[in-house]
């Protein structure tokens, strides 16, 4: 008989603090509306075709709006951007009108909106999209690109965020 290990959320919430990784705002706007939302979930798939993915909660409701306008741009964020990153992941509950106005955007192909001062930004037409427990994982394909300043970059690692 085999022994099966359960592991439980809040253990493996803690192993994966110890994970450090690049914060990023990602953003859509078209029919179905305009959001923006700070994640950490998000990697490079392939560089031909140029293909990222990032992983956002679907059960929150509102992320339905990035499969709905089927585009999203991904927004690397730099140490300065600490405040946007909190300000896009919900904290101090602001609306999304005001968490926009705490920036410079513009757009580049898919009209989502772009991080002007971004390190990077890849802007994307969702290729696919992956249902995955309590996950909805989008893969784009880059139809738009900026490469920013080199500043140092914002990570979130041990449940906060450090400058690289």
Same mark, same amino acid.
């Given at each position: 008989?085999?022994?099966?290990?359960?592991?439980?959320?809040?253990?493996?919430?803690? *192993?994966?603090?110890?994970?450090?990784?690049?914060?990023?705002?990602?953003?859509?706007?078209?029919? *179905?509306? +305009?959001?923006?939302?700070?994640?950490?979930?998000?990697?490079?798939? =392939?560089?031909?075709?140029?293909?990222?993915?990032?992983?956002? !909660? +679907?059960?929150?409701? *509102?992320?339905?709006i990035f499969a709905?306008?089927?585009?999203f741009a991904l927004?690397?964020?730099?140490?300065?951007?600490?405040?946007?990153?909190?300000?896009? =992941?919900?904290?101090?509950?602001?609306?999304?009108?005001?968490?926009?106005? +705490?920036?410079?955007?513009?757009?580049?192909?898919?009209? =989502?909106?772009?991080?002007?001062?971004?390190?990077?930004?890849?802007?994307?037409?969702?290729?696919?999209?992956?249902? !995955?427990?309590?996950?909805?994982?989008?893969?784009?394909?880059?139809?738009?690109?900026?490469?920013?300043?080199?500043?140092?970059?914002?990570?979130y690692h041990d +449940?906060?965020?450090?400058?690289?």
């Amino acid at each position: 008989m085999l022994k099966k290990n359960e592991i439980q959320p809040r253990l493996y919430r803690d *192993a994966m603090a110890n994970f450090a990784g690049h914060v990023h705002v990602v953003t859509t706007d078209g029919p *179905a509306g +305009r959001r923006g939302t700070t994640i950490i979930a998000a990697c490079s798939v =392939s560089d031909d075709p140029p293909t990222v993915l990032v992983c956002l !909660m +679907r059960t929150n409701p *509102a992320n339905d709006i990035f499969a709905k306008n089927g585009v999203f741009a991904l927004n690397t964020l730099g140490y300065h951007h600490e405040g946007l990153a909190n300000a896009f =992941s919900g904290l101090g509950g602001l609306s999304q009108e005001e968490r926009f106005a +705490r920036a410079e955007w513009d757009t580049l192909s898919t009209g =989502s909106p772009t991080l002007v001062d971004a390190l990077s930004v890849f802007d994307c037409r969702i290729v696919e999209a992956k249902d !995955m427990a309590t996950h909805r994982v989008l893969f784009g394909k880059v139809t738009g690109l900026r490469v920013g300043n080199k500043v140092r970059p914002l990570i979130y690692h041990d +449940r906060g965020y450090h400058g690289l």
